[in-house]
């Protein structure tokens, strides 16, 4: 008896005294989630030390989970009525969040703003639009982003293109990708040009609204102008492993082998400018690389391009006040610091003063950028967006690898969009 | 050990072709991992695949024969919390599977060899939670941890999984053939049932105790979705964690992921060498007992 | 069970056993037996993930999930792919780990069945992650898999599309649970297979039986007590399957094919928010491993009487 309860009792010991003791002993801790970015990282980590430094009070605990992951931990976090005091997430992700009540409203006051109008004047139109209610506004912008065409020319050389001649519509992409990409038998080896695959709220859609098709009809029903999504969803079955065999979703992604100039094209953001100088500084700097407009088809109806996304700062609703106010104040604070944001990691916080600066102007392709937003829509970021993304990722790749036909596809999307939204 | 004599012929031979072709399929995997882990994703996606990188490839000016073993332990954010990350999946793999096998042999020798009341209802409830998969209890379970504020701590990663149901089914399985005579020889003797328990039944559940063991170890080592969810902080994370983590921004630097891959899988592998004198040697433990 | 009422067992005795017990039903209890009752309670509400008021809806979610699409994941298109996998991976694997255990056994040294046996549970020791990460690189259209392929079908530049087919994509996730739990299931077998007295065998021999009437007469019934807890074990490990299919799904993969319970689970629950019917759905899965579980029990009905 006595051997047995010394053992039990002994591995309880060692547990309890393994346990780490408690926290810091500064009055708020703010706790803040975000996804993984290396080049953010660095610069949150120092903004965070000064922040401290400033507020000797607040100590903040910056926790970082792979961007699939970020959401479903901040989720179940909360269905345990648990959860990050600060955390961000892009716009599709938070009319959810909204509805459930577990988000903070912005505390002006520790954010630095003396009244609501203050505040949104000093942003662009519209960039609350995803975070406001009746109530007020729950949210504050870390970025905003629209996706162009990335281009490596010496790729494009290689394969006898002349890189001057960028491809501007989804048909001589197409071609193009064909030409770049290289096969053995019909093992794909190298693609020249890939979709961002799960965020088809970002590209494919406005692919849809090109054609003239909508998510939703003016009436209200989902997937308005059936043509449109058959025939955008035709496309992707032909660059498929079914169609012509380009890419597909099980690939690794287009942006990060573009850095290694393992691909010859890819969509993103004005950030993949500072991820490429971080990663491959000998291709950033010998120019050859470029960004061309998000392409259009040939015979497009609607002349939109990539649809930009935000990211929003929010609170925690059940977090104590002092902390939401702490968190609140380091939110602002990383706002504040916009400059930094754009020119160490070429992200932009859709502020007025920074959508005008020099230094977004000075950005190779800027001006790309800007011309694309002009001729943009935004991004669906109604009730349930996340999950109808979701959906309409299944109909693309139900086409494009299980060969459902378009037609039946799009039915499918129709009746489970509007059963989601019942 | 031969218990089927016979002579050696094409029985024998088909045998041993046999046993050599489920060899080169659980073992060629991890010498992929092994050799992927020293070259870059050109050469592992490569075709045909060369198993071994051509000389002149480590000689290059920007690579060493160490490149990826060197991204793997600094990770992402080159705070190199691997080896931290890696105690943590230790001490919660050892501490759990250490706690199982106490608690489930006592668990299960309590249902073999004792006729209380409501003991098909123990057992019976004690198997049903072998039926429910985790991803429904998963939130209800966090409720339980976070209300008990184990959060980001050893406890909160280790206690939920301090006794599996499994463990209790096999040394229960395993104790219901154990010969009552030695028990109540025992008894007769004045032993104490705890004594008994402690002296007798532990030790004679040897080769159990390795299996039992070395699966929940194993469990443990691989749990993921649980210290996603408890375990936030850098350093309470664990191994599995921080491949995943790893492979998000380094998933087109196949070399480097398969370098933490293989890192990751050192101490399993050490450990499990060196204690594969218990593990195997308990069908002959077994098999003594028996004979 | 027979053996312990030739001895009369005292009441205090009873005690013991049931005091024997306790540790673990209190751990069960807190981390088991609440949440399972919580999640049991869960589906007979509509609760959501984010919001905290609920109302009992009584049996809508089940009427839901087994009447509607549930947002094109239906849980009939869930129970396929669950059993298609539980199907394709448990029976082959209690065959085949039989097999080689019995094989191992027949080997003239120790040292060869030792070497063997270590190889084989080899995959076990890596963690799931590790193992995704290598399976993927493998199953790339360029890896070594379509190479092999290839090579055994005499074909040439075949992509065999390992992580995209529907078909394909369920052959792959069997490989690779079939790889990772192979080791495991041989080590159990041949723990059984010990455990046989080799008196049996001798005996066997001596009355001239041959080694495939000695394996069908007497090495399978006795080692029934083994085959029960293998086999109820490995379907039950089937059956819960995730982290595989999971994993292949975040690489890429088409979510359908591979849709299993678990997986269509952790999606509605936490996805897409629906918590009652994501409970309701685990509640099935608890009735169908029950009934499999109460199958393999009749079929192994005698296994616990086993007498030498």
């Known amino acids: 008896m006595i051997r047995v309860k010394a053992e039990i009792i002994i591995s309880l010991l060692v547990l309890i005294l393994l346990s780490s003791c408690g926290g810091k002993d500064a009055s708020v801790s703010v706790e803040y989630w975000t996804h993984e970015d290396s080049s953010r990282r660095e610069l949150e980590t120092s903004l965070i030390e000064r922040f401290e430094e400033e507020n000797p009070d607040i100590d903040v605990v910056r926790i970082e989970y792979e961007s699939a992951e970020l959401l479903d931990m901040i989720v179940s976090a909360f269905a345990a009525g648990d959860g990050p005091d600060l955390f961000n997430l892009p716009s599709e992700e938070i009319p959810d969040l909204l509805t459930g009540g577990v988000l903070s409203e912005i505390d002006l006051k520790a954010a630095g703003y003396e009244s609501e109008a203050n505040l949104l004047d000093e942003y662009i139109d519209g960039a609350f639009d995803t975070v406001t209610t009746a109530e007020g506004i729950y949210g504050l912008p870390l970025e905003y982003t629209n996706w162009c065409l990335y281009i490596n020319r010496n790729l494009f050389r290689e394969a006898g293109l002349n890189p001057d001649n960028p491809p501007s519509t989804w048909e001589e992409v197409m071609a193009v990708s064909e030409i770049l990409s290289e096969r053995d038998g019909s093992v794909l080896i190298q693609r020249g040009f890939d979709f961002r695959y799960p965020y088809y709220l970002s590209f494919f859609v406005p692919m849809v609204m090109q054609l003239g098709g909508e998510l939703f009809s003016p009436d209200g029903g989902a997937i308005y102008n059936d043509e449109a999504w058959e025939k955008a969803l035709s496309f992707m079955k032909e660059w498929g492993p079914l169609g012509r065999n380009l890419g597909s979703p099980t690939y690794e992604n287009a942006r990060t082998l573009f850095n290694s100039e393992g691909i010859a094209m890819c969509l993103s953001g004005l950030y993949q400018e500072s991820r490429l100088e971080s990663q491959n500084p000998a291709f950033f700097s010998s120019g050859e690389w470029a960004v061309a407009p998000f392409p259009v088809f040939e015979d497009t109806v609607c002349d939109v391009s990539a649809s930009p996304y935000f990211h929003y700062f929010m609170v925690n609703d059940s977090s104590d006040s002092p902390t939401k106010s702490a968190a609140w104040r380091l939110a602002a604070y990383f706002a504040d610091h916009a400059e930094e944001y754009l020119s160490e990691i070429g992200l932009i916080m859709p502020l007025k003063r920074i959508m005008s600066s020099e230094l977004l102007n000075d950005k190779p392709f800027a001006s790309v950028f800007l011309s694309d937003l002009e001729r943009s829509e935004e991004a669906y970021d109604g009730v349930h967006a996340s999950s109808i993304q979701t959906l309409i990722g299944d109909a693309v790749e139900s086409v494009m690898l299980r060969s459902v036909p378009p037609e039946k596809a799009v039915q499918a999307l129709r009746s489970s969009i509007e059963m989601l939204l019942e | ?291 | 069970m027979k053996k312990n009422k030739v001895y009369s067992i005292e009441q205090q005795q009873a005690r013991w056993g049931f005091l024997f017990t306790v540790p673990c039903l209190i751990f069960f209890a807190v981390f088991s037996f609440y949440p399972i009752i919580y999640a049991f309670q869960t589906s007979f509400t509509d609760r959501q993930v984010l919001s905290r008021n609920y109302d009992y809806v009584g049996l809508e979610n089940y009427v839901y999930i087994f009447t509607k699409n549930n947002g094109g994941f239906p849980l009939s298109n869930s129970i396929r792919a669950t059993l298609i996998f539980t199907i394709g991976t448990f029976i082959p694997m209690i065959i085949m780990s039989l097999i080689i255990a019995t094989f191992l056994m027949q080997l003239r040294r120790d040292k060869y069945r030792g070497f063997f046996q270590l190889m084989y549970y080899m995959p076990a020791v890596l963690s799931s992650v590790v193992a995704a990460a290598i399976w993927m690189i493998i199953f790339d259209p360029r890896g070594l898999m379509n190479q092999v392929s290839n090579f055994i079908m005499r074909s040439s530049g075949v992509d065999y599309n390992w992580l995209v087919d529907p078909v394909m994509l369920q052959v792959s996730t069997i490989i690779i649970y079939f790889w990772k739990y192979i080791g495991y299931f041989v080590i159990l077998f041949i723990t059984g297979l010990a455990a046989i007295p080799s008196t049996i065998y001798e005996a066997a021999t001596v009355d001239g039986s041959s080694r495939w009437h000695t394996f069908w007469k007497i090495t399978l019934p006795l080692l029934k007590p083994t085959t029960a807890m293998v086999s109820i074990m490995a379907m039950l490990q089937c059956l819960k399957t995730f982290s595989t299919q999971f994993m292949l799904y975040q690489g890429g993969s088409p979510r359908a094919p591979i849709d299993v319970i678990t997986m269509n689970i952790y999606f509605t629950g936490i996805r897409n928010g629906r918590l009652g019917r994501a409970s309701a759905m685990s509640l099935v899965l608890f009735v169908i491993m029950l009934v499999f579980t109460y199958l393999q029990l009749v079929a192994n009905r005698s296994s616990e009487d086993v007498e030498y």
């Open chain 2, 1 to 291: 050990m031969n218990k089927f004599v016979g002579k050696v012929g094409i029985v024998e031979i088909l045998v041993w072709i046999f046993l050599i072709l489920v060899f080169l399929f659980t073992v060629t995997p991890i010498v992929f991992m092994v050799c992927a882990s020293f070259m870059d994703s050109r050469q592992i996606l490569a075709m045909p695949f060369h198993w071994i990188p051509s000389s002149d490839y480590f000689t290059s000016a920007d690579r060493t024969f160490f490149t990826n073993f060197v991204k793997a332990i600094m990770g992402n954010n080159e705070n190199a919390t691997f080896f931290r990350n890696m105690f943590n999946s230790f001490v919660v793999a050892i501490v759990d599977s250490v706690t199982t096998v106490l608690l489930a042999s006592l668990c299960g020798y309590g249902l073999a060899k004792f006729n209380f009341k409501g003991r098909n209802i123990v057992f019976m409830s004690i198997m049903a939670t072998m039926m429910i998969p985790f991803e429904a209890i998963m939130i209800p379970l966090y409720m339980v941890v976070s209300g008990m504020d184990l959060m980001n701590s050893y406890r909160g990663l280790i206690l939920p999984f301090m006794v599996s149901a499994f463990g209790v089914f096999q040394m229960r399985q395993y104790l219901l053939t154990f010969p009552s005579e030695y028990l109540d020889a025992a008894r007769v003797d004045g032993l104490s049932e705890p004594r008994i328990y402690s002296s007798i039944v532990l030790p004679n559940c040897k080769p159990v105790i390795a299996t039992l063991g070395i699966l929940s170890f194993r469990n443990q080592w691989d749990n993921l979705l649980w210290p996603l969810l408890v375990a936030q902080r850098e350093t309470m994370k664990t191994l599995p964690q921080y491949i995943t983590q790893f492979s998000e921004e380094k998933m087109t630097d196949e070399g480097a992921m398969m370098a933490c891959a293989f890192l990751a899988s050192i101490p399993m592998i050490i450990l499990f060498f060196a204690l594969s004198r218990y593990f195997l040697g308990g069908a002959a433990v077994y098999d003594s007992r028996k004979g």
